[in-house]
């Protein structure tokens, strides 16, 4: 079998129409949340809304000590896979030269031991949570298909890049094209899911700071 072709294809048609499919529905699910639009307000501003917004994405990126006592394990794997992730996205060599292909930007990466050191961490991290999700009762109640589905268009990507790095199981052209493949499973799955939160996440942050500071709370 020529997998060659297949890589081609995934190399090709197959991330353009995953890429037009990402865009579209990032683009409408953020137009959506604009055309809520916001009720205008009729009080005195007691704050700048732009400092607050701003203080605020950054303030809660540490979680309160109350969270923190309650939830140990939960806010530290999850701050480990969230991290994890995006070193390897962001700064794997061949992810750099493909980020420069697309934008005509580029920076610098690490090494292939350390970048694959921080995918074996961050597939314990995210195996961990999955083991605790399906073991805690209260999270196996409140679970569905959907989050099951964010778990496993995440893991594949990194799964199928460490095996690829190190051509382990399937021959090098067909695992690096299950790679990509996977990879453009998420960008389609992306808007659709709570994966969107990656956008809306600061978009909130920053609404919730600006009110808050307009009216004269502090957060």
Do not use: C
Not at 28 to 39: A, D, F, Q, T
Not at 178 to 202: A, G, Q
Request: hydrophobic letters at 55%; zero cysteines.
């Amino acid at each position: 079998m020529d997998y060659n072709e297949f890589l081609n294809w995934t190399r090709g048609t197959a991330l353009q129409i995953a890429l037009v499919i990402f865009i579209f529905g990032v683009t409408l699910r953020l137009l959506e949340i604009y055309l809520l639009g916001r009720k205008k307000d009729y009080f005195v501003s007691r704050g700048s809304r732009f400092s607050g917004g701003t203080r605020t994405i950054f303030s809660r990126f540490m979680p309160e000590k109350t969270t923190l006592n309650r939830t140990a394990f939960i806010v530290i794997a999850g701050y480990v896979f969230h991290l994890g992730f995006f070193i390897v996205l962001l700064f794997f060599i061949p992810h750099i030269q493909f980020f420069k292909a697309a934008l005509g930007i580029e920076w610098g990466g690490l090494p292939t031991p350390i970048i694959s050191a921080v995918t074996m961490i961050t597939m314990l991290a995210m195996l961990a949570l999955l083991i605790n999700r399906l073991t805690h009762p209260v999270l196996r109640f409140l679970s569905t298909g959907a989050d099951f589905l964010v778990w496993t268009v995440i893991f594949l990507p990194l799964l199928t890049g460490y095996l690829t790095v190190y051509h382990l199981f399937l021959p090098y052209s067909l695992m690096l094209a299950l790679h990509i493949l996977s990879v453009e499973i998420l960008l389609i799955v992306f808007p659709f899911t709570k994966l969107m939160h990656t956008f809306t996440l600061f978009l909130a942050r920053w609404y919730t700071g600006a009110n808050a500071a307009q009216r004269g709370v502090e957060l």
